[in-house]
């Protein structure tokens, strides 16, 4: 049999091989049938925003046609491209956090949804100027919900999370007039910006994207976080495996796939239900195990340790194991080629999301009001399906690893206070983790997040990056699909602490963490921002000063685009592994890789190659230590 070489991963390169051998096509297979991608899209000099096109604008410069019917210019087109695509990621998180604040405004004592980190709730009340004191705890939380749910729509004033960025960053983003107010608000400014006959500058295209990615990280996403930490707790270390393995020959295998914990958190429960037990076993399966996927994968792991079946590139993979009985999915990153695909085996395909209706999918949807029970129903259909299995068909690699999850900034900063003595004043901060940066023992930080893209070998680009990283005693923050590739690579347990250089080995060992720390989800990486802004304020520095780099080696949504930009906006330079559809502008790819360091003191780098990625950022962040005097 041909060797696929699709990944790194032998899980995946065993499962690719079955579905050779099945007849059952996966994404590598139709990456391979879209031969030659279109040249126009891939720099993004196609425009198709109204019927007087679609216009392509010739790549090369007096040949061709060098506009639009309308006028618009190579520029003006990819500026625009650019700015929905960071329009679509900014829509895509913000509306899972206005979900999760719906969720907030119906939890009750009684209900399926309850309050789970009361001190969590209090504090944000606080920051947000709510009346705490002789209130029941739930007119509390509804009242946050209230307040969370007006960031979206409000008429007047800046994001509330703002205010948690330093000064510093907060007078950069002043200057350059790209604080963002209500969230809907500046997904609906580039949308009508970039309408025909609309905005024709590609510098204010550029300036309104980073705006609208700020409304995403400090904004949307950072809601997300903080309310489902409220509702469901936040996540503390915890043990876990990871990849294909995860899943039982003799269990009911049941995936959750998609995005927001308020179904997963269901399930998490309905599989616990003794009715649901007792049922399994009389279908003849000896329990229920459930697995995750994506970032649903990285919720519910990080709050209970639910095993982690793979990454996004492996949600076929999952169904070609024939060992599964249903894919429960809500939204995002949801393959619909997992439809057909689920019709050749048993398993059970279930959409839930009135949001992500899928034409061959069996649609079960998830009340929220009568949560618990509707999580029941659909478990139930994985259960009796247990019975269909061709066993025949089932094939479950043995390859898992162990990880050690759940490393909120809450819990870094409770793993840190392991190396504080008797300071009181330095307990529950970042100090411990400032002062090893300060003194060189650890030379920086990388935030390593994002997805699978089949333009690169599965994981590789993830797992080379953190390798070469972790060797030269920069620590890793991750989140997403990446979090998923390290842990099945086995870069977070703590044994992994042997591949890191002297500094960060000794770091591991002193405060009891593995070197590549799984942050949660990609609206987790809100918690990033706020570890980052969080040291920067510890060190009386922008954010823009620190040692500290972003990554998405192996992006590919929109949500990814508006993460790169949020994060470069916020003074953090970040590395992308797949070039981004700009390459028609010079003006725009100035503005990215050169231009944004003068507006907002970081800028995007591209490089695929991995290794020499890394070595890029370490020279980055060497250059960041020298500027502030640090320890060479
Ligand atoms: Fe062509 Fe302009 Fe219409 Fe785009 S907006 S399709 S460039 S005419
Ligand atoms: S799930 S956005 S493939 S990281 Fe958040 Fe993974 Fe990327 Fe989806």
């Not at 705490?132 to 004033?157: C, M, Q, S, W």
Request: aromatic fraction near 4%.
């Amino acid at each position: 049999m041909e060797e696929k070489n699709y990944s790194i991963d032998p899980v995946t390169e065993e499962l690719a091989r079955k579905a050779e051998k099945e007849g059952v096509e996966t994404l590598w297979d139709r990456k391979k049938a879209m031969k030659t991608p279109c040249g126009f899209g891939e720099q993004g000099l196609c425009c198709r925003i109204c019927a007087m096109g679609p216009c392509r604008i010739s790549p090369t410069e007096g040949k061709g046609a060098q506009r639009g019917i309308c006028g618009a210019t190579a520029d003006v087109i990819v500026a625009r491209n650019l700015a929905r695509m960071i329009a679509g990621g900014l829509a895509t998180h913000s509306d899972h956090g206005r979900d999760i604040a719906h969720v907030l405004h119906m939890a009750s004592r009684d209900g399926n949804y309850k309050i789970t980190d009361e001190k969590k709730l209090l504090n944000l009340a606080a920051e947000w100027k709510i009346q705490t004191e002789n209130r029941d705890i739930y007119d509390i939380a509804h009242e946050v919900a209230e307040v969370a749910l007006n960031e979206f729509g409000k008429p007047f004033g800046a994001l509330k999370l703002l205010e948690r960025a330093p000064e510093q960053r907060k007078q950069v983003w002043e200057k350059n007039q790209i604080i963002p107010g209500a969230i809907d608000k500046e997904i609906v400014t580039i949308m009508h910006s970039t309408h025909i006959g609309c905005c024709a500058n590609a510098e204010d295209l550029i300036y309104k994207g980073m705006k609208g990615s700020l409304a995403d990280g400090w904004g949307g996403s950072m809601i997300g976080t903080e309310l489902s930490d409220i509702l469901f707790g936040v996540p503390v270390p915890r043990e876990t495996e990871a990849n294909l393995g995860v899943l039982e020959e003799d269990q009911v295998n049941i995936i959750v796939h998609g995005h927001e914990p308020s179904l997963s958190e269901m399930i998490v429960l309905a599989v616990e239900d003794p009715e649901l037990l007792q049922l399994a076993k009389e279908v003849g399966a000896k329990g229920i195990n459930l697995a995750g996927m994506c970032c649903t994968s990285n919720e519910v792991t990080m709050r209970h340790g639910i095993k982690i079946a793979g990454n996004f590139a492996q949600q076929e993979l999952a169904i070609i194991t024939g060992a599964v009985e249903a894919v429960i999915v809500d939204v995002q990153c949801i393959f619909p080629a997992l439809a057909p695909l689920a019709k050749c085996y048993h398993t059970k395909f279930i959409t839930t999301s009135p949001k992500a209706k899928i034409t061959g999918a069996t649609h079960i949807e998830f009340e929220e009001e009568k949560a618990l029970a509707s999580a029941k129903q659909i478990v139930k259909e994985a259960i009796l399906n247990f019975k269909n299995r061709n066993k025949e068909k089932v094939f479950i690699p043995q390859a898992k690893s162990p990880a050690m999850v759940g490393y909120s900034v809450e819990a870094i900063k409770n793993q840190l206070d392991r190396v504080v003595n008797s300071n009181i004043d330095e307990i529950g901060t970042l100090k411990p983790l400032a002062d090893c940066i300060v003194s060189g023992v650890l030379r920086g930080a990388a935030g390593i997040v994002g997805c699978n893209n089949p333009k690169i070998k599965h994981d590789y680009g993830h797992i080379e990056l953190m390798k070469e990283l972790i060797k030269n005693d920069i620590i890793i923050v991750t989140t997403g699909c990446a979090a998923q590739a390290a842990a099945k690579a086995g870069l977070m347990s703590k044994e992994a602490r042997k591949f890191a250089g002297k500094g960060l080995e000794r770091v591991c060992e002193l405060v009891d963490i593995p070197p590549v720390l799984h942050m949660g989800s990609c609206v987790d990486i809100s918690r990033i921002l706020l570890l980052v802004s969080e040291l920067a304020q510890l060190l009386q520095v922008d954010m823009s000063a620190l040692p500290v780099v972003g990554a998405a080696p192996e992006w590919m949504s929109e949500k990814a685009v508006s993460i790169g930009t949020y994060v470069v906006t916020s003074g953090i330079d970040t590395w992308l592994g797949v070039v981004p559809p700009v390459t028609g502008s010079a003006t725009v790819v100035d503005l990215l890789t050169n231009k944004a360091e003068d507006i907002v003191g970081a800028k995007f780098y591209v490089e695929p190659d991995p290794r020499k990625a890394a070595q890029q950022m370490i020279e980055r962040i060497e250059e960041k230590r020298e500027a502030l005097g640090l320890s060479l």
